[in-house]
């Protein structure tokens, strides 16, 4: 979890308890929850101790195309 979350426990806490009813809302099934929430972990972490609600759409956006390059230079790495 982040540090702004673990200072936080109690906000932290319910912001990921409102974030499993979201996923039950979307009939995310409940076995593959956990692995939304270490995704939104690892986002967290990956902000640097910025807010979380003071992220943007373009914020997940270039969360998501660092994964896909550091995938794709892991591919590279196992495939050469």
């Known amino acids: 979890m982040s ?3 673990l200072q936080h426990p109690d906000a932290a806490s319910r912001f ?4 499993m ?3 039950g809302k979307h009939k995310i099934p409940k076995k593959q929850r956990s692995w939304y929430v270490k995704h939104v972990e ?3 972490k990956a902000q640097n101790g910025l807010k979380i609600k ?3 759409g373009t914020d997940i956006s270039a969360y998501f195309t660092m994964l896909a390059c550091q995938n794709r230079l892991q591919e ?3 495939t050469h």
């Open 3 to 5: 540090e702004s979350l």
């Open 16 to 19: 990921f308890d409102n974030y």
């Open 21 to 23: 009813i979201l996923l």
């Open 42 to 44: 690892d986002f967290i």
């Open 54 to 56: 003071r992220r943007f």
């Open 76 to 78: 590279m790495i196992y």
